[in-house]
């Protein structure tokens, strides 16, 4: 019976997946240049033989059957991992040097999502000006493999059918993150050696601080792969409050500290200016706002997501005072001074408002959302905004937290282990941590989107004016990956649109104590990955259900113990050891 079920299940996994391709759903391979059309439907028929691999393997997941492939898998990495050792004690411990272009550079197969910055003008990540310099600047021809998101790319993971490269977030998608991933053969780990004799720029990048190198190995001390790295500690921030100071100025009042001056400000939005929302966000921002720790300061709660204090992780949405953030959150909803349609707007909405003056106070990023607000009325007369430093419990104090990021983050570009030649394809990904290949990879092409004369880049007509129409953002995701992360480390030096208000919110949102309390990039231990990402996911969508009740007064805060009780029931005290077995052992590499 239970083997009827599993064929069942694989057969129809694989219609759909016939379904799905003859529909067009699925992007299949996308490649290459303009006019390969050959290329590209042959390449299709490839990927269409691989989803059907992929829904075989997926259906055995589903029905519990598949320990053969693990075993199978696992025992795949570990000679992958012998390998690498043997080509590390044969490396020159000295440090390599690569030359580019590289002699006799191979071609190899690459990849990654399809790009909404560029995907509705190109096709394939080398037809890009950017992907074509890249290759005449390295030598090697990229051969590319494009699929259309998670789903897609999970699906080609499972299909043992990978390129020699892959541009992924494994640590948000992939369960178990890049360790799981080499455990089940599809990440070729690296070697400290490995990395110093082929990619010695990336060796560079990474070792020159020790959290760096921390954040790019896994337990077992492999590095996983191309990491994309903040370069400045100004750049890991960027996300705070914003608001109408123009209203400020027009009132006679300071922009806002502690809880109470933004209360109060709201209220005079309300009433002095007519705001029909003074403070407008939506749901899921509401909750990225708590979990950052925006407003949670002036009730002595570092934020509502996992920290760690003194080396210890908390999980900041069970803590007592969590109680009174919600509390003071419910109060701006019951006198209406936050949009009583948080749970249902979406973005559109939240913009019209804060542009219209419909709203005087929202959340989001100063480039995106701040940003954008001022470019779209910048011939408003009076029309102005400014970031705000997270609040506090008292003026003049720090705020506990805030929006930080690691070292580390995002995207990761790994060796996969289909690949037959990882060391020169290794020399391929470490020309983004060379000087030239930084500039590129951050800035574009020098002549054509920038020029630099005694230390100072100016972005040229092409990028500021272009002659087609298009945006800064869009010619830059053309010439440059600064639209997304990748194998560079990323510079914020310059800026083509940057206002000046926008300059002082990125540094009043950065000014917070959210470098001690942050949760390292930690690896979570591959016997517990199944565990943790199924309690931490019922967990966080009871949380998020009860934080809008909450909020919205549908759940009296006098059921605050009962929510409590609940996250105990459901595994938060088994997610806290588990985050803080991964934090003990991140401190030991």
């Not at 070729?188 to 490995?194: D, G, I, K, L």
């Not at 990225?288 to 949670?296: D, K, N, S, W």
């Not at 570092?302 to 204090?309: F, L, S």
Request: charged content about 25%; glycine content about 10%; overall charge negative.
């Amino acid at each position: 019976m239970k083997e009827g079920l599993e064929i069942h299940f694989a057969l129809l996994f694989c219609l759909l997946t016939l379904q799905i391709l003859h529909k067009g759903r699925y992007s299949g391979i996308r490649n290459k240049k303009p006019g390969g059309e050959g290329m590209k439907t042959k390449q299709s028929i490839r990927k269409g033989i691989s989803l059907l691999a992929a829904g075989a393997l997926a259906a055995g997941m589903l029905t519990g059957c598949g320990g053969n492939e693990e075993t199978s898998a696992k025992t795949d990495a570990g000679t992958k991992t012998n390998t690498t050792s043997e080509s590390s004690k044969s490396s020159s411990s000295e440090m390599g040097k690569v030359t580019y272009p590289v002699k006799d550079a191979e071609k190899f197969t690459y990849g990654m999502k399809l790009a909404g910055a560029w995907n509705d003008r190109y096709d394939s990540f080398d037809a890009l000006p950017l992907g074509q310099e890249l290759e005449k600047k390295t030598g090697f021809d990229m051969d590319m493999v494009h699929v259309e998101g998670n789903q897609a790319m999970n699906l080609l993971l499972a299909s043992g059918e990978l390129p020699d490269v892959l541009a992924y977030n494994f640590q948000s998608f992939y369960n178990g993150g890049e360790e799981k991933a080499i455990q089940d053969g599809l990440i070729y780990p690296m070697s400290e050696e490995f990395v110093k004799e082929n990619a010695p720029d990336y060796w560079k990048a990474i070792s020159e601080k020790p959290d760096i190198l921390k954040q790019v190995k896994t337990s077992d001390g492999s590095i996983y792969g191309f990491a994309y790295i903040i370069g400045d500690e100004e750049a890991k921030g960027g996300y705070g409050l914003t608001l109408r100071d123009d209203w400020c100025e027009e009132f006679g009042l300071e922009l806002p500290e502690t809880a109470d001056e933004f209360y109060n400000l709201l209220k005079a939005f309300k009433e002095k200016k007519g705001a029909e929302v003074p403070f407008c966000l939506k749901s899921d921002t509401l909750i990225e706002m708590l979990q950052r720790g925006i407003v949670t300061s002036p009730f002595g709660l570092v934020c509502a997501d996992n920290y760690v204090d003194d080396g210890k992780v908390v999980i900041g949405y069970e803590q007592p005072e969590f109680k009174d953030v919600l509390s003071w959150l419910n109060k701006l909803y019951e006198d209406e001074l936050l949009d009583p349609n948080f749970s249902t707007i979406d973005d559109e909405t939240v913009k019209a408002n804060m542009l219209t003056g419909k709203a005087g106070a929202s959340v989001g990023a100063v480039g995106g959302f701040m940003g954008n607000l001022l470019s779209t009325n910048k011939d408003v007369a009076d029309y102005s905004l400014a970031g705000i430093k997270n609040l506090v419990a008292n003026k003049g104090d720090t705020p506990l937290y805030g929006h930080y990021n690691n070292d580390v983050v995002g995207i990761v570009t790994a060796i996969t282990n289909s690949c037959r030649n990882p060391e020169e394809v290794a020399k391929f990904l470490n020309y983004g941590y060379t000087d030239e290949g930084h500039m590129l990879y951050n800035y574009g092409i020098e002549g054509k989107t920038y020029e630099l004369k005694d230390g100072d880049l100016k972005f040229s007509d092409l990028v500021l004016d272009n002659p087609d129409g298009l945006t800064p953002q869009q010619v830059t995701a053309e010439y440059a990956m600064s639209y997304t992360n990748g194998p560079f480390v990323s510079d914020s030096k310059y800026s083509y649109n940057e206002d000046e208000r926008q300059t002082v919110a990125k540094e009043r949102f950065i000014a917070n104590n959210a470098k001690e309390y942050k949760l390292p990039r930690v690896t979570i231990n591959a016997e517990d990955t199944s565990e943790y990402s199924s309690l931490l996911s019922e967990l966080t969508t009871y949380r998020d259900e009860m934080i809008i009740k909450f909020v919205r007064g549908e759940e009296s805060l006098d059921q605050y113990d009962n929510y409590v009780d609940t996250l105990k029931s459901m595994g938060v005290d088994r997610v806290q050891e588990i985050l803080q077995g991964a934090v003990d052992e991140y401190s030991k590499r």
